[in-house]
């Protein structure tokens, strides 16, 4: 995807050469530690006859940063949330640009009293959608109220305000989904997964939620003890957002 490699060709190059301290692979969530840390949804498919999902797995700690960056372009989803959280760890954040603030706090403001899609089922939707004129959540497991992923192409162009997981990056269908989204629109990508990166606004995103790690140390324990993002919050990690309006 080609964003992805635009946002890894922004990694310093000293930091690309890098070996990986560490690589933590969670129910939930996995984590790296390399310059700094990183965060990406833990996402995978695997069946007992089926190859090993990381087939170097065991020895990721002797792999150089940009090894490992790249493994977020592989059609296998688990090495691919490793090279997202591999990204994450390793890229500049200007933190001046950013904002304490979650997602969750922008969409309310952003999405009152419009049309808004959701994709991805998000703890916040329930409060959103008393918000809105409109919520359409999409879902790739639809949820009670949620609608399939297949319905994407449909609603998207309807909308306003639209809200994208970064774990659209991992599945590969993030291309697609800002394809679809109306220039007038207000776009945003969100989640642990998302990496604060300008790269988003040369294609058309005005808002990018992420996360910060403060504490890899930390992060790394919580995320091998099998943690939900609701207990990592404020343990170790920042909440963040930058806008284009800013860049």
């Known amino acids: 995807m080609k964003i992805i490699e635009d946002i890894i060709s922004t ?3 000293s930091t690309q050469d890098i070996l990986v301290k560490e690589v933590r692979i969670g129910p939930f969530w996995t984590g790296v530690w390399s310059k700094y840390g990183g965060l990406a949804s833990t996402t995978f498919t695997h069946e007992p006859t089926m190859p090993p999902p990381i087939k170097e797995a065991g020895n990721l700690t002797q792999k150089s940063v940009l090894e490992l960056c790249n493994y977020a372009n592989s059609d296998c989803l688990l090495q691919a949330s490793v090279g997202m959280a591999t990204i994450n760890s390793a890229l500049e954040v200007d933190l001046n640009k950013c904002q ?3 997602a969750a706090e922008v969409l ?4 009152k009293n419009k049309k808004v899609v959701v994709v991805g089922h998000f703890p916040f939707v329930n409060k959103l959608r008393e918000l809105t004129k409109e919520l359409w959540v999409v879902e790739r497991k639809p949820q009670s109220g949620d609608i399939p992923a297949s319905e994407a192409k449909r609603v998207i162009p309807q909308a306003d305000v639209i809200a994208i997981t970064g774990t659209a990056l991992i599945n590969g269908t993030m291309g697609e989904l800002l394809s679809w989204c109306p220039k007038e629109s207000i776009v945003m990508v969100l989640g642990a997964t ?3 990166s300008p790269v988003w606004f040369d294609y058309g995103v005005d808002l990018v939620s992420g996360t910060r790690v403060t504490d890899p140390e930390l992060l790394l324990r919580l995320v091998s003890e099998g943690v939900v993002f609701k207990q990592i919050h404020g ?3 920042k909440l963040l957002t930058i806008q284009k309006e800013n860049y």
């Not at 309310?108 to 999405?111: A, P, V």
């Open 108 to 111: 309310y403001e952003k999405g």
């Open 100 to 102: 304490n603030i979650n």
């Open 235 to 237: 343990q170790g990690v």
């Open 11 to 13: 990694i310093e190059k």
């Open 194 to 196: 998302t990496p604060l």
